[in-house]
């Protein structure tokens, strides 16, 4: 390149010239790159679906918002209304089932913040959205889909009774099938026996002149004799097919080096109650016996 001199001479630009008026037009370029930047808005979308009542409400870390824009069916809906704009927040609800489309206009020349959140109708709050400007404009478009919430499962309140099954067949599977059958078959036969025993002492006392039929305290400490020996009883055979499964199968393993695989009667949840029960039904008849006086004179 050349420039005029004063005589009507060309001469050639220098490097350093050209140095300058390269970073005058890469200064000009950024500035005009920063202005544009901070003119051009910012354009953003989300998509919600709501049930009827839910809250919707976008607010702003400072008064920025400039305008709403609505479209759907605004009969049943409910939004704020400022008297005057700009402000810092917006909520929206609507009690039909319908599309809408929510636009909103941002802009602060400083940095602020956005927030979109969704309230139910419990009260309980969800952030579904947030936005961090640093200056300028934000253009928010929300598209709402509103549907009516699902039916609600009502739950049947369970009662007394329906609690105690479930609370008995729930304990009762802790215990193994053979230990309900021993128990059921024991029960039904001291059931049998303390029946015609206690009928045989009622007519033998009827028979003698010095003694009197059963009272009900003396009918009772008879039966509480039944069921402690039942329990005892019970307890006993759990014991001895238990302690004898287990010999068994260490004699097998010692003796013949045999795996036997069998089904294991060893449980202590059951040993350990049938224990227990046996143990309080012995000391609830010795309370009878010690402090009511209800052993009744057995016939020889």
Same mark, same amino acid.
């Given at each position: 390149m050349f420039s005029s001199s004063a005589n009507g001479h060309a001469r050639p630009i220098s490097a350093r010239g050209l140095t300058i008026l390269a970073a005058i037009v890469l200064l000009v370029a950024a500035s005009l790159t920063l202005v544009q930047a901070e003119t051009s808005p910012i354009d953003q979308s989300?998509?919600?679906?709501?049930?009827?009542?839910? !809250?919707?409400?976008?607010?702003?870390?400072?008064?920025?918002?400039?305008? =709403?824009?609505?479209?759907?069916?605004?009969?049943?809906?409910?939004?704020?209304?400022?008297?005057?704009?700009? %402000?810092?927040?917006?909520?929206?609800?609507?009690?039909?089932?319908?599309?809408?489309?929510?636009?909103?206009?941002?802009?602060?020349?400083?940095?602020?913040?956005?927030?979109?959140? =969704?309230?139910?109708?419990?009260?309980?709050?969800?952030?579904?959205?947030?936005?961090?400007?640093?200056?300028?404009?934000?253009?928010?478009?929300?598209?709402?889909?509103?549907?009516?919430?699902?039916?609600?499962? %009502?739950?049947?309140?369970?009662? =007394?009774?329906?609690?105690?099954?479930?609370?008995?067949?729930?304990?009762?599977?802790?215990?193994?099938?053979?230990?309900?059958?021993?128990? =059921?078959? !024991?029960?039904?036969?001291?059931?049998?026996?303390?029946?015609?025993?206690?009928?045989?002492?009622?007519?033998?006392?009827?028979?003698?002149? !010095?003694?009197?039929r059963f009272d009900r305290g003396n009918l009772f400490y008879l039966w509480t004799e039944v069921l402690s020996k039942f329990l005892l009883t019970a307890f006993l055979v759990i014991l001895v097919a238990m302690s004898g499964q287990f010999i068994l199968l260490h004699v097998l393993r010692f003796m013949f080096l045999a795996q036997v695989n069998m089904l294991s009667l060893w449980d202590l949840f059951v040993l350990g109650f049938a224990a227990g029960m046996t143990a309080i039904a012995y000391l609830a008849k010795l309370c009878l016996e010690k402090w009511f006086d209800l052993k009744p004179l057995f016939q020889d």
């Open positions: 989300e998509s919600l679906t709501l049930n009827t009542g839910d !809250l919707l409400l976008v607010s702003s870390s400072r008064e920025s918002l400039q305008f =709403v824009e609505i479209r759907g069916n605004l009969s049943a809906t409910r939004f704020s209304s400022p008297p005057s704009y700009p %402000t810092d927040s917006f909520n929206f609800t609507s009690t039909i089932q319908g599309h809408y489309t929510i636009r909103l206009a941002f802009s602060h020349p400083s940095q602020y913040e956005v927030t979109m959140t =969704v309230e139910d109708s419990s009260s309980v709050k969800q952030e579904r959205a947030s936005y961090y400007v640093s200056s300028g404009q934000l253009l928010l478009t929300i598209d709402v889909d509103v549907k009516a919430p699902d039916p609600a499962t %009502t739950i049947a309140g369970s009662t =007394v009774w329906d609690s105690f099954t479930g609370w008995t067949a729930r304990f009762g599977d802790a215990f193994p099938l053979w230990v309900k059958l021993l128990y =059921v078959f !024991l029960g039904l036969q001291f059931v049998a026996v303390g029946y015609k025993w206690i009928r045989f002492e009622n007519s033998m006392r009827e028979e003698e002149s !010095l003694t009197s």
